[in-house]
């Protein structure tokens, strides 16, 4: 295919620009940028003891985003972490009241000036959709995402606490 210098000047041209596409998608990988996903599953309820049955730092995490739901008590029934680099997708899987299933995957896209870029899908209990959006959230801030119903809720809460080169 290169058979004369402007056809093997071209060939070297295009298959150096391609081998800096691929050194530059492989320095934003290894740039150290990172994010650790903490994902929690709550329950939300009328009667009980209030926050007093959720641990003191799920209370600062998240305790005045609480206040306005309709619920007298909380509980947190699961919770998971995993760390993630920028743009990879995270599977967690948060058992849920009654042993129900539920499937969450969190993809961290960038974070500057301190906020977040996320994409979150739930999936609850028979893999029905619960919520999925896309957000940008205060870095190294808790933020609940979805509650339903009107006695008892589920409750799901994402942080992301990310570091590296900000994009």
């Known amino acids: 295919m290169c058979r004369n210098v402007l056809h093997k000047t071209i060939c070297a041209a295009l298959l150096l620009a391609v ?3 691929l050194m530059d998608a492989d320095s934003v990988r290894a740039d150290g940028s990172a994010c ?6 709550l329950q939300g309820a009328d009667g009980g003891n209030g926050m007093n049955a959720l641990p003191e730092s ?3 995490d998240i305790g ?3 206040d306005p739901l ?6 947190v029934l699961d ?4 760390e993630l680099p920028l743009g990879h997708e995270g599977m967690f899987t948060l058992v849920g009241y009654n042993s129900q299933r539920h499937v969450l ?3 961290p896209h960038n974070y500057s000036y301190d906020k977040v870029g996320m994409t979150v899908t739930w999936n609850g209990p028979g893999d029905e959709e ?3 959006t896309k957000l940008r959230v205060a870095n190294g801030k808790c933020v609940v995402l979805g509650s339903d119903g009107k006695n008892a809720a589920t409750i799901l809460t994402v942080k992301l606490e990310c570091s590296g080169t900000k994009r």
Do not use: D, E, M
Not at 36 to 41: A, G, H, T
């Open 19 to 21: 081998l800096l596409l």
């Open 36 to 41: 650790n996903v903490l994902v929690r599953l």
């Open 58 to 60: 799920v209370i600062r």
């Open 64 to 66: 005045g985003q609480l």
């Open 70 to 75: 309709p619920y007298t008590s909380y509980a």
């Open 79 to 82: 919770s998971r972490s995993q």
């Open 105 to 107: 995957r969190v993809v």
């Open 130 to 132: 619960v919520l999925s």
